[in-house]
């Protein structure tokens, strides 16, 4: 078995939890519209792709969002709903750092401008790199995100670990060679990386 190098982390459902409400709940008491129409404008599939793909950006996604909720929340207050997305999960960061102790570790993750100014500060001293889809044009599940994070690295898929809590990323990187694990819990998370000689604690 070929010696892992670098384990590449999902962020959203496996570092952070991901409080969808919250950010509805910010935006409908702002716009004084209901919570089922602001979440018909805010994850609209086109709107929301664009932006985490990098093809808007992070000014014009709030003056879309605004125009369409028709309100005038200001972008200072806009971006703070929006963070609050963000939930940091403080037995993930715990493990993270004794993992990092073995190996070097790399984020792989579909996110957008907005949010990726927490959680570059939250990562900072942690993480080896950084590969964020708006930086650079693609998402997970895409093939080309996975090679580009793996020529950032310049390794190998078989020398690589994947985690992510998306059964879709997880088979894309599968299918490129990546060993790869469905995250659900931390325990599940031991259990795989022991299986490849990383040691990493149970909370």
Not at 93 to 112: A, C, H
Not at 169 to 191: M, T
Request: contains cysteine; aromatic residues 10%.
């Amino acid at each position: 078995m070929t010696k892992k190098k670098c384990v590449f982390f999902d962020l959203g459902g496996v570092l952070y939890t991901l409080d969808v409400e919250s950010v509805l709940k910010g935006l409908s008491e702002c716009s004084g519209r209901l919570i089922s129409e602001v979440k018909s404008v805010l994850f609209s599939p086109e709107l929301y792709e664009e932006f985490e793909s990098g093809s808007i950006s992070s000014t014009q996604f709030y003056e879309t969002i605004k125009k369409r909720l028709r309100c005038e929340i200001n972008f200072v207050r806009f971006k703070s709903i929006w963070n609050s997305l963000l939930v940091k999960r403080d037995d993930m960061f715990r493990m993270v750092l004794d993992i990092g102790k073995s190996i070097d570790l790399s984020v792989l993750s579909n996110t957008n401008e907005i949010n990726a100014e927490i959680l570059v500060r939250d990562l900072k001293g942690i993480i080896k790199d950084v590969v964020f889809s708006f930086e650079v044009g693609c998402m997970k599940p895409d093939h080309r995100i996975f090679r580009i994070a793996l020529d950032r690295a310049n390794l190998k898929p078989e020398s690589v670990l994947f985690i992510d809590d998306r059964e879709e990323n997880v088979n894309a990187a599968r299918h490129l060679g990546i060993d790869s694990h469905l995250f659900k819990n931390p325990g599940g998370l031991v259990e795989f990386l022991g299986a490849y000689g990383v040691e990493a604690h149970g909370l």
